[in-house]
């Protein structure tokens, strides 16, 4: 597949007869976040959101995902979702969820769960589903019956109404052009990095090459694409290599209170470009998150050097 690289050119990427500013931000839907990063993340960004086991990263994708698809399909909601930071913000066109094992039932179903109907609604209705769990398990020891049951409940969900697409990738390739289109213009959240490492259908240098690549076009498409790689699925010198094709790497985290059992949700960034400068001036280290029935993914604090 042929990418158009654009030039970049004194701190801008030149398209056309238009230019991007690397300052340009897409707001993530999470209000008490993008307060802190003057509205959002970096348009061009490849983010990894490196996590621990329900720390957050999954939230933080859904929550994002269900709150920009709501606002774009309903502007008269801006203000409710976002408050009067909204007129501040720059919304994507499009925002799209890709599972690579998951089928929209089975997402749908956790969502409806955790969160308040306001929150699932959102993302049932307004976010765009594309599903390869159908292609994971071909080839797989996974009996073929189990796999029909999984398809029929997707079919009764399509029956519904459902516009959203599944997608055959035996070769590991589709998702490379299904991205590009849901990329320009958008958000785009990959669940996960994980389940394709360990699928296997691409070895790890295709993949690292692949996101290379997806890296340096970014900026052209005006898009921002989000990975989320569970810790300690990978040796820790091939981590590190991932690590090395993003733009950001956001590190979700449970960390132990001294005092007490408890355990507490953190997020701290290891490297962003556009960002970290701006945490850095305000002596920020790491935010304290929960994940709330009502709002979703919430940062509570950002927590600072004194």
């Not at 960002?275 to 509570?300: C, M």
Request: glycine fraction near 6%.
């Amino acid at each position: 597949m042929k990418w158009n690289v654009p030039d970049m050119i004194g701190g801008e990427v030149k398209r056309g007869d238009s230019r991007v500013d690397f300052t340009e931000r897409y707001s993530t839907g999470v209000v008490s976040f993008d307060s802190v990063l003057k509205g959002g993340v970096p348009v061009g960004s490849l983010v990894l959101m490196l996590t621990d086991e329900g720390a957050g990263a999954s939230e933080f994708a859904f929550t994002s995902a269900a709150k920009l698809s709501l606002v774009r399909d309903r502007p008269d909601m801006k203000q409710f979702a976002f408050g009067d930071f909204y007129s501040h913000m720059q919304f994507p066109k499009q925002v799209t969820y890709v599972s690579i094992s998951r089928a929209r039932t089975d997402v749908q179903l956790e969502i409806d769960a955790s969160f308040d109907p306001s929150l699932s609604n959102a993302f049932k209705r307004h976010v765009r589903f594309m599903d390869f769990s159908p292609s994971f398990f071909q080839g797989s020891g996974v009996p073929a019956h189990w796999l029909q049951i999984a398809d029929a409940l997707e079919e009764e969900y399509e029956d519904e109404g459902d516009d959203d697409a599944r997608y055959y990738d035996p070769s590991g390739t589709l998702i490379i052009d299904v991205v590009e289109e849901a990329a320009k213009d958008g958000i785009v959240y990959i669940d996960s990095l994980t389940d394709m490492v360990i699928n296997n259908r691409l070895d790890d240098q295709e993949m690292m090459m692949i996101l290379k690549g997806m890296r340096r076009v970014l900026h052209q498409w005006r898009g921002v694409i989000f990975f989320i790689l569970h810790k300690g699925v990978l040796p820790p010198m091939e981590e590190i290599r991932f690590k090395d094709c993003f733009d950001a790497v956001m590190n979700f985290e449970w960390i132990v209170s001294p005092k007490s059992s408890k355990r507490q949700r953190y997020l701290y960034f290891e490297k962003f470009a556009g960002v970290l400068p701006i945490l850095n001036r305000e002596s920020i280290v790491r935010f304290s998150t929960e994940i709330s029935y009502a709002s979703g993914f919430v940062v509570v604090n950002a927590e600072r050097i004194m």
